[in-house]
C-alpha cells in the first residue's frame, strides 16, 4: 500500500451546451486538435471554429499550417475585455514569452484573411440528422453560416473526478467557474497523504503544472525521510519563485478570455446532459419543485448516471442550480463519484486478478 498518492489527472474542457451541440459534426477545439496532432486526421467541408481563448487562435494557426481551409472563426469573447486585461499587462511582462507568442498568433489569423466575427453571442447549431450551420449574434446583428464541421471551446477546468472519489474537499473558483481541490502550500489534499498537482488542482498551464509537481515530488520526498525540512523548503521556495513568474500572464488571460457567465442562463430545450438527453427546462422544474443539488437531481433526471459520469454536465448543473437558487456554487456543491473512474466492460472486471 503506498503511503503517498499524487493525483495529476490534468484538466478538461468546459462543456459547452449550446442548441445542437449534441448533433454528428460538431467537437471540442481540443478534440480536433488531438486527432490532428496524434493521427494527422483532419475533417473535411467547410470547418468552423467557434469560442474563445488561447487554444482557438493555437488550434487555426495549427490548421493554417497544415494548410486546411477555415470558413470562419466566430469569436466569443466579450466586449471589453482587452481593455480589463490591459491593467494586468504590467505582471504579465514576467512571462515575456507568452506575450509574443500570443501576439505573433494574433497576427497569423488577422493576415490569414479568415472570416471572422467579433463579441459573437447566442450561438445555435442548425441541423437535423448533422450540423449544417452556425447561427450567432455578432455587433448586434444576427448571422447563420455554412458548416459541416463545428469546433467549440471555452477554456478548461480542473479534471476532479478522481479527488471527488477520495472525498477530498473543493472550492469553487469564481475566476475559473470550476471546482478545485483545496490544497495547502504542498499540494496536499484535505485528505492526509492525497496530494493534487498539475491542471487538476487549478489551470495555471503546462511549465506551471510542471513546477506544482516539483513543488509537492519534493515535499513528498521529505515526508518519506530522503532529504531535510531546511532542503525541503529551500528547493519549493526557488520552485515557487519560477512558478510565480510563470503565472505572471494568467491574470491578464483570465481578463482576456473570462470564463462564460450564460451558461446558467441556457434555454430550456437545450440538453445538458448528453447521455440521458436532460434538458435545461427539465432540470429547472425539479429545482422549482424543490431540488437543492446535483445528487438529488440523479434520482429525478438520471443526470450525471451516463456513461461520461457526470465529466460532460456537472459543471452545467452546477450553474444551473446555483442561479435557479440564488446560492454559491459552494452551496449546491457536485456529484459524488462513485467507482469506476472510467466505464469498463464485463470481461475487463472478470479478468481482473484478486490474488
Not at 477545439?29 to 475533417?43: D, E, F, H, N
Not at 497523504?193 to 503544472?209: W, Y
Not at 466492460?345 to 486478478?353: A, K, M
Request: charged share 20%; net charge neutral; proline share 6%.
Amino acid at each position: 500500500m503506498a503511503k503517498y498518492l499524487v493525483l495529476a489527472t490534468g484538466a478538461i474542457e468546459r462543456p459547452i451546451p449550446v442548441p445542437g451541440w449534441t448533433l454528428p459534426g460538431v467537437m471540442t477545439a481540443g478534440a480536433l486538435q488531438s486527432l490532428l496532432k496524434t493521427s494527422a486526421v483532419y475533417p473535411t467541408g467547410k470547418l468552423v471554429i467557434a469560442g474563445s481563448g488561447p487554444l482557438t487562435l493555437q488550434l487555426i494557426s495549427q490548421l493554417m499550417d497544415a494548410n486546411i481551409e477555415i470558413a470562419a472563426f466566430v469569436d466569443t469573447t466579450p466586449a471589453g475585455s482587452l481593455f480589463r486585461a490591459a491593467f494586468h499587462l504590467p505582471r504579465a511582462l514576467l512571462a515575456p514569452e507568452y506575450l509574443k507568442r500570443g501576439w505573433h498568433l494574433v497576427r497569423k489569423l488577422k493576415k490569414s484573411g479568415i472570416k471572422m466575427y467579433s463579441v459573437a453571442s447566442n450561438l445555435e447549431i442548425i441541423g437535423d440528422q448533422k450540423a449544417t450551420s452556425l447561427s450567432f449574434t455578432s455587433l448586434g446583428s444576427r448571422y447563420n453560416i455554412e458548416a459541416d464541421v463545428i469546433a467549440l471551446h471555452e477554456g478548461v477546468i480542473p479534471n476532479t473526478q478522481t479527488g471527488r472519489l477520495l472525498n477530498i474537499e473543493h472550492k469553487w473558483d469564481n475566476s475559473q467557474n470550476a471546482f478545485r481541490p483545496v490544497l495547502d502550500g504542498y499540494g496536499e489534499t484535505s485528505v492526509a497523504g492525497v496530494f493534487a498537482a498539475g491542471d487538476n488542482a487549478g489551470i495555471l498551464g503546462a511549465k506551471s503544472a510542471v513546477l506544482s509537481g516539483e513543488i509537492t515530488g519534493c515535499a513528498i520526498v521529505e515526508k518519506l525521510g530522503f532529504i531535510k525540512e531546511s532542503a525541503r523548503d529551500l528547493i519549493i521556495e526557488e520552485a515557487k519563485l519560477r512558478r510565480f513568474m510563470e503565472n505572471g500572464v494568467r491574470p491578464m488571460l483570465e481578463a482576456l478570455y473570462p470564463a462564460p457567465d450564460w451558461i446558467s442562463s441556457t434555454e430550456n430545450e437545450t440538453i445538458i446532459c448528453r447521455c440521458e438527453e436532460v434538458l435545461a427546462g427539465d432540470l429547472r422544474k425539479i429545482v422549482a419543485d424543490g431540488c437543492t443539488g446535483p445528487n438529488q437531481a440523479k434520482a429525478f433526471l438520471r443526470c450525471g448516471m451516463g456513461t461520461c459520469q457526470g465529466r460532460m454536465c456537472a459543471s452545467t448543473v452546477t450553474e444551473i442550480i446555483a442561479k435557479e437558487l440564488k446560492r454559491p456554487p459552494n452551496m449546491v456543491g457536485s456529484y459524488n463519484i462513485r467507482p469506476p473512474i472510467k466505464p469498463i466492460s464485463l470481461g475487463e472486471l472478470v479478468s481482473l486478478n484478486e490474488g
